[in-house]
Every structure is written in structure tokens, then in C-alpha cells.
């Protein structure tokens, strides 16, 4: 079932990215797998690579069956419209768009005199025009090819053996990267946990006339029990490759555990005091009535209250993701263990 398994994947490369994607793929591999159960009954014998290969080329080649199952399209038809997304794409977003960002936006701001609006203005024009005339060119060309038929002999030419082989898709965590991100997590611990005695170490030369209030002081042991759950969540993944659902499930703990910390900490900001504004950090004694320094200190509040923010929103969003990866690592096994006990039956 190999030669099977290899046509699928080749299927998945043109389907659109969708939450049916996954559903066509198993109704069509439950359909191939059932021509071959009822071939092999025909002829009493299991079928070889080539008899197999002869029931894939009767399907159709991995394109014109993406294009098949997806909707259907008028000024390019259904067995070009994958290809000619696929160029449209990587013309527009892998080329068009580095090439402005990385060689014409420069360039313009180099010869603007100083005016950097104009030329940002006129790099987003250009790009606007090299994207709409490269787009109407692809179209264009793809429904000439459309109208020539010029692809109508890829069917009797396509040889399932030729098929890429199979990738593994199965999300693992490699070596390297964990004993890095466990590296890392070790140090910053150690870091963590030395800042109290030397608050050089996160204030730099600002600990000379800043401190803590003791708003932070309360939650720096639930910092510190977070991060130390990071480096056991490295370790375990570093011990257990197999379990290829801890990292996912473990960063989505993680992330909702620092977002409940964020929600306290805002909520602790919000409340405090209207004489105490955003009171993280304060003056230190003997500071605590220059003007200059309130400034920075005022500075560095509402920096701290406006990055926590964002700290929260974008965890939100995360943790959103990483939720529906996890779902979808769970539901991905049920479905192969589903198709290892039909396979079993069989």
C-alpha cells in the first residue's frame, strides 16, 4: 500500500488547505483501497507495484484528481487551476514581494533625499503595478494554455512509480533543538533566580535609582514555578521523543498558565492606587524627588503596562493555535489507529 500512500500525499500537494482536506484524502484512499481489495479477490493473488500503478493511472494523475475534488473553475480549468495557483503564488508572495521589500525599497530610500514617504509611497505603487501586471500575465497565459489544450495527453503519460516518496509527517521535536531550548531555559532559570540578590542583572545601570515594588515581588515565585516547568517540559520531550504529543500539549499548557499570570498581573496594575500609576517600578529612596528621574521612571511603567498588553494578546492568539494543532494531532492518531484496526479486520 506504499505506492498508495505516495499517490495520496502527491493529492494532498494540490488540494486546497482546508478543513475537508483531510476527510477527501481518506474518502478517496478508503475508494483505492477498495479497488485493490476487490482486484486481488478477482484474481486470487495480491497485486504487484505494476497492477497496482494500473489502478492509480485509471484514477488520474495526483493534480487532475486535486482539481476534481476541488470547485469547479471556468477561465482555467479544473486540471490547470492547481498548477496556476501554485505559480501565481510563488511569482507574487516568493519573489515579487522580496524583491521590493529587500532591493527596490532600499534603493528608493537611498536615492529620497531624505523624503521617506515619497519613497515608501512609490515602492508600494511599484510593487502594486509589478503585482497586478505579473498576476493578469499568469492568468493570461495559463488560459491560453487552457483554450490550446496542450495538456491533454498528461494523463496517458504519467507513471505512478515516478511518485516522490513518502515524507514523514509526524511532528517531532529534533535533537538539537531541544537540547538548546533546554540549555537556554536552564540559564535563564539561574538568571530568574539570581535577579533578587542583583537587580543590576534585569534593571542594568536603572538599579542605581529604580526597584521593584512589591506589586512584581508577588509574582515572582509563580514566574519562576512557570520557567521551571519549561525546563522539566524540554527535559521530558529530550527523555520521551515518542510522545510526539507533549510538545504540543506542554506549550499549550504553558502558554495558558503565562496568560493567567498576565491576567493577574493586569488586573492587579488596574486596580492599584490612582497616586500609584502603574506601579511596577518605583524611585528609589534616594532619587524619589527628582524630576528627571520620575520621567524615566514613568517611561518604563507604561513601557512594561504597553508590552504586557501585547504580551496578551499575542498569547491569546497562540493559545487559540495551539489548540486546534493539538485537537488536530488527536484527531490525525484516532483516524490512523481507526485505519490500522481496519486494516487489521481485513
Given at each position: 500500500m506504499e505506492l498508495v500512500d505516495r499517490y495520496l500525499q502527491a493529492v494532498r500537494f494540490w488540494l486546497p488547505k482546508n478543513r475537508r482536506q483531510d476527510d477527501l484524502l481518506a474518502e478517496l484512499g478508503e475508494d483505492l483501497r477498495s479497488q485493490?481489495?476487490?482486484?486481488?479477490?478477482?484474481?486470487?493473488?495480491?497485486?504487484?507495484?505494476?497492477?497496482?500503478?494500473?489502478?492509480?493511472?485509471?484514477?488520474?494523475?495526483?493534480?487532475?484528481?486535486?482539481?476534481?475534488?476541488?470547485?469547479?473553475?471556468?477561465?482555467?480549468?479544473?486540471?490547470?487551476?492547481?498548477?496556476?495557483?501554485?505559480?501565481?503564488?510563488?511569482?507574487?508572495l516568493w519573489i515579487?514581494?522580496?524583491?521590493?521589500i529587500f532591493i527596490v525599497g532600499p534603493v528608493n530610500l537611498?536615492?529620497?533625499?531624505?523624503?521617506?514617504?515619497?519613497?515608501?509611497?512609490?515602492?508600494?505603487?511599484?510593487?502594486?503595478s509589478g503585482a497586478f501586471t505579473a498576476a493578469a500575465t499568469i492568468t493570461l497565459a495559463f488560459a491560453i494554455l487552457e483554450s490550446s489544450k496542450a495538456l491533454?495527453?498528461?494523463e496517458c503519460k504519467w507513471d505512478p512509480a515516478k511518485l516522490p516518496p513518502l515524507e514523514n509527517t509526524e511532528r517531532k521535536t529534533s535533537l538539537v533543538q531541544t537540547v538548546c531550548e533546554l540549555?537556554?531555559?536552564?540559564?535563564?532559570?539561574?538568571?530568574?533566580?539570581l535577579i533578587p540578590q542583583h537587580p543590576f542583572m534585569i534593571l542594568g545601570p536603572a538599579a542605581g535609582f529604580l526597584k521593584a515594588t512589591p506589586l512584581v515581588h508577588a509574582f515572582y515565585l509563580p514566574i519562576v514555578l512557570l520557567w521551571m516547568f519549561s525546563v522539566?517540559?524540554?527535559?521530558?520531550?529530550?527523555?520521551?521523543?515518542?510522545?510526539?504529543?507533549?510538545?504540543?500539549?506542554?506549550?499549550?499548557?504553558?502558554?495558558?498558565?503565562?496568560?493567567?499570570?498576565?491576567?493577574?498581573?493586569?488586573?492587579?496594575?488596574?486596580q492599584s492606587p490612582k497616586t500609584e500609576m502603574f506601579p511596577v517600578v518605583v524611585l528609589a529612596d534616594s532619587v524619589r524627588d527628582s524630576v528627571h528621574?520620575?520621567?524615566?521612571?514613568?517611561?518604563?511603567?507604561?513601557?512594561?503596562?504597553?508590552?504586557?498588553?501585547?504580551?496578551?494578546?499575542?498569547?491569546?492568539?497562540?493559545?487559540?493555535?495551539?489548540?486546534?494543532?493539538?485537537?488536530?494531532?488527536?484527531?490525525?492518531?484516532?483516524s490512523i489507529s481507526h485505519q490500522a484496526i481496519s486494516a487489521q479486520a481485513r
Open positions: 485493490i481489495d476487490a482486484k486481488e479477490e478477482e484474481l486470487g493473488h495480491p497485486l504487484d507495484q505494476a497492477e497496482v500503478s494500473e489502478i492509480l493511472k485509471r484514477c488520474g494523475s495526483p493534480m487532475v484528481v486535486a482539481s476534481r475534488m476541488g470547485p469547479q473553475r471556468h477561465l482555467i480549468g479544473p486540471t490547470l487551476f492547481p498548477i496556476y495557483l501554485f505559480v501565481l503564488k510563488m511569482v507574487l515579487l514581494v522580496p524583491v521590493f537611498a536615492n529620497a533625499n531624505g523624503n521617506w514617504p515619497a519613497a515608501i509611497l512609490n515602492t508600494m505603487g511599484g510593487l502594486w491533454a495527453q498528461h540549555g537556554f531555559q536552564v540559564f535563564a532559570l539561574v538568571w530568574l533566580l522539566a517540559r524540554s527535559a521530558s520531550i529530550l527523555a520521551k521523543p515518542e510522545w510526539t504529543w507533549l510538545p504540543l500539549a506542554g506549550q499549550l499548557f504553558q502558554s495558558i498558565a503565562t496568560l493567567t499570570i498576565l491576567n493577574f498581573f493586569l488586573h492587579a496594575v488596574t528621574y520620575i520621567k524615566i521612571a514613568a517611561v518604563v511603567n507604561v513601557s512594561i503596562l504597553i508590552s504586557s498588553v501585547g504580551a496578551w494578546i499575542g498569547l491569546s492568539i497562540a493559545t487559540i493555535i495551539q489548540t486546534w494543532q493539538l485537537l488536530r494531532h488527536i484527531r490525525k492518531n484516532r
